[in-house]
């Protein structure tokens, strides 16, 4: 009686392993996602420096208030194994925290 109980349930056990879909594996993105992030991310930095960037002619913009009180961006050196967001970035843009944000956001939006 125990062993027809134990076959049985050894038998279901083994129908739900081999009838149950395998595991799906992370999609990874493609070179064409890594381009595009990055075109990306170049262009969204490129919009913000313009918007920020102090325009000619007006009071007060000149050359003693450029930079003033401002640090450069911090290099930030995450090994790009650790963050599936960071494949195939830009290596001069890694060393820009703002270039990463954007970078992950397309990332993000793209699904990875």
Wanted: hydrophobic share 35%.
């Amino acid at each position: 009686m125990h062993t027809r109980l134990a076959r049985t349930v050894v038998a279901g056990l083994a129908a739900i392993v081999f009838l149950t879909p395998t595991v799906t594996w992370a999609q990874r993105p493609t070179k064409d996602d890594m381009r595009s992030c990055n075109e990306k991310a170049k262009s969204e930095l490129e919009k913000t420096s313009v918007s920020a960037s102090p325009r000619l002619g007006e009071k007060g913009a000149g050359a003693a208030s450029e930079g003033a009180g401002t640090k450069p961006p911090r290099s930030v050196a995450m090994p790009r194994s650790e963050d599936a967001q960071l494949q195939g970035i830009d290596p001069e843009g890694e060393k820009d925290p703002a270039y990463i944000a954007e970078y992950k956001k397309c990332m993000r939006q793209a699904g990875f």
